[in-house]
């Protein structure tokens, strides 16, 4: 319904009284992004402490004749349309400045109407927030199973019977008596990615072949990257070229232990290592292997400043390494699993995509006065 919510963990920062004064977020006001997601809006909801506001933030603060809900409705689907975007400067980091909020055309119906208007889309927008909310759970339960499927099955393998013994791997724990376990550097050739020079058009001219960067890293198995070099590129060595079956990992960033695997010859930039497995490793296992560390990847990373992870570390990481025809066995096993998981998770991310939309299309037809609600009453 629009409320401001997760301030739980506020930033706080030194005001004077007068300014203490002039941002002090009171019973009523409505907040709205100024720069970034421009034209967020939410609804303030007083607190057990006091609130303000710093500068990439506006607060409208209704006259008497305009409802705090009604506007805050009114305004999201304003910002819905595009409008916002729109009329803002966008030549380096856009601003919606005071001057053009102040200047943004509002449609007014009288107070009753407007509060007419707001508790209808309370009602509504509570409903469809509380399905979204719900569908959510469902994708976040999806993705914990997939993830503890995938790292049971990695360190015990498909058989429920089988003799385990301690890894002597705290983050591995138990494996299966008959597995090896080892430094991923001893069953891989690991090499980091790089980047042709932007200055030499010939490497990008007749983009062709595949140059990932963290960005393209949006499912298990890469297929595609946005930015691509050319043939010369690949051919002259201009960056470094990785054979088919290459897992690549995400070695920098707020992304940092992501993984994927391409099925093709490709490239990648300095932000990802590339670990081609030796015969001894099933590339697949190997990938479902490292996705299932994520928690390991990010504390063996230098997070000083910002999370490193070098070659070096990478090659220290331990792996369980059962039998070849048993990786394979247990790849097969994973790849129908979780495909069937990612299909679900698919299925609900659609949903909520069209629950988001539906939502946008209710507060804009009420708010505009495309569905009368006048003679609406709220069900006992």
Not at 52 to 81: C, D, G, M, R, W
Not at 232 to 240: F, G, L, N, Q
Not at 295 to 310: C, E, G, Q, R, W
Not at 325 to 339: P, R, V, W, Y
Request: glycine share 6%.
């Amino acid at each position: 319904m629009l409320e401001l919510s997760g301030i739980e963990d506020l930033d706080s920062m030194w005001f004077s009284d007068s300014e203490k004064e002039q941002y002090r977020l009171q019973e009523g006001d409505v907040v709205m992004n100024e720069g970034g997601d421009i034209g967020k809006v939410s609804k303030w909801v007083p607190q057990h402490f006091d609130c303000y506001i710093q500068n990439s933030v506006h607060k409208l603060s209704p006259k008497e004749t305009v409802s705090q809900s009604f506007l805050a409705y009114f305004l999201a689907a304003t910002s819905f349309s595009g409008y916002f975007w729109s009329i803002v400067s966008q030549i380096s980091i856009a601003h919606l400045t005071k001057e053009k909020l102040a200047n943004t055309p509002l449609l007014l119906p009288a107070l009753s109407e407007q509060e007419t208007i707001a508790r209808y889309l309370d009602g509504v927008i509570g409903q469809i927030d509380a399905l979204m909310t719900e569908k959510r759970k469902q994708v976040e339960d999806l993705r914990a199973y997939r993830n503890s499927l995938i790292s049971e099955t990695v360190t015990h393998g498909l058989n429920p019977k089988v003799d385990l013994h301690h890894s002597d791997v705290d983050s591995i724990g138990e494996i299966p008596k008959h597995w090896e376990i080892t430094k991923l550097g001893f069953v891989a050739d690991i090499q980091t990615g790089s980047t042709p020079k932007t200055s030499e058009e010939k490497y990008w001219g007749n983009p062709a072949r595949l140059w990932y960067t963290p960005g393209d890293f949006n499912g298990f198995v890469l297929r595609s990257s946005n930015r691509k070099v050319s043939e010369t590129a690949y051919i002259e060595k201009a960056c470094r070229v990785f054979p088919k079956n290459t897992v690549l990992l995400v070695g920098i960033g707020a992304t940092l232990g992501k993984v994927g695997i391409s099925y093709n010859e490709c490239s990648a930039n300095q932000q990802i290592n590339a670990i081609i497995y030796s015969d001894k490793l099933c590339p697949m296992f190997g990938a479902y292997y490292l996705s299932s560390i994520q928690d390991v990847l990010k504390s063996f990373s230098n997070a000083a400043t910002l999370p490193i992870l070098n070659q070096e570390q990478v090659k220290k990481l331990q792996i369980p390494i059962p039998p070849l025809s048993e990786q394979q066995e247990i790849a097969a096993f994973l790849d129908e699993k979780t495909g069937k998981i990612d299909e679900l998770i698919g299925e609900l991310e659609v949903q909520l995509k069209e629950l988001a939309e539906y939502k946008q299309a209710m507060i804009t037809e009420a708010v505009t006065g495309k569905v009368d609600v006048r003679d609406w009453k709220p069900k006992d």
